[in-house]
């Protein structure tokens, strides 16, 4: 078993000593419990750290594992950020303290946490390092999220994570779109070969340009979603142009029409412009 460690002194029975640590606001992780063995951590932004490790609540703990970070008032770094003034308690669980100021150094906050480990008689080995910052983690993100709203560590791997899946869902929604433009598209090249074949055999002429116009195949999965709708609206305007030409066919019967069609990127090409001009 761990040797117990010698109780801390108990914070002076003054009116400001008890106003120091009872004034202070203070941030409790769960407790975990590993084979008789608890752990809970306690941190304060502004208590004094040892005061904090002599909490009431902690005092029948075999261990109080201390950590503080503070700024210093009296210096400042070169380009005029504060400095710190820091330092740890093991408090027989050797290396535990200095685990806890790095996490104090992560989490870039102001304040001492304390982890009490009560010992139930079992060796834990390695794995109490991993039940100490763990509970540690938790009090600091407590204080984080209820400080002006920041967000914890957690919270903003979440809002990471939602946004790339929102950029991901964004991205596939994007992509279905797309197809369903290539899709239609080709309908529509489909069906204006058939309305230009029925536009020629009403003005009694070959359906050699039909016929040429509908072995060219065009590369729409090639093409930017921007580029397709584009070329959807022209393909809408060519449709609704061969209709209106295959009516005045059909009320003139006969008469001379001006079956020209616009010959434009987003028209199907006549035999004179190759599919790549699309």
Do not use: C
């Amino acid at each position: 078993m761990p040797p117990k460690r010698p109780l801390s002194p108990a914070p002076s029975s003054t009116t400001g000593a008890n106003t120091d640590l009872a004034a202070s606001a203070l941030y409790i992780s769960k407790t975990i419990h590993d084979r008789s063995s608890t752990f809970t951590a306690y941190f304060s932004p502004t208590a004094p750290h040892r005061k904090l490790q002599s909490h009431a609540d902690l005092a029948t703990a075999t261990h109080r594992i201390l950590a503080w970070r503070r700024p210093s008032t009296a210096q400042k770094t070169l380009t005029g950020l504060p400095t710190y003034y820091s330092g740890f308690d093991d408090d027989g669980e050797n290396y535990a303290g200095r685990k806890l100021l790095k996490l104090l150094d992560d989490y870039k906050v102001s304040g001492a946490i304390v982890v009490a480990r009560w010992y139930g008689g079992t060796l834990l080995g390695p794995v109490r390092f991993t039940h100490i910052e763990t509970a540690a983690r938790e009090a600091i993100r407590g204080y984080l999220a209820d400080v002006d709203g920041k967000p914890t560590s957690d919270t903003m791997e979440t809002a990471a994570a939602k946004k790339a899946k929102v950029s991901k869902e964004d991205e596939e929604g994007k992509l279905q779109e797309r197809d369903e433009f290539v899709e239609e598209l080709k309908k529509r090249d489909d069906s204006i070969v058939v309305l230009r074949a029925l536009l020629d055999e009403k003005m009694g002429r070959g359906k050699e340009t039909t016929s040429k116009a509908a072995n060219k195949e065009i590369n729409y999965e090639g093409m930017p979603l921007e580029r397709l709708k584009q070329i959807d609206k022209a393909r809408d305007n060519t449709i609704a142009f061969l209709l209106k030409k295959i009516d005045e066919v059909e009320s003139h019967k006969g008469g001379s029409v001006d079956t020209k069609i616009d010959d434009s990127p987003g028209s199907i090409p006549n035999s004179s412009k190759s599919a790549s001009e699309t």
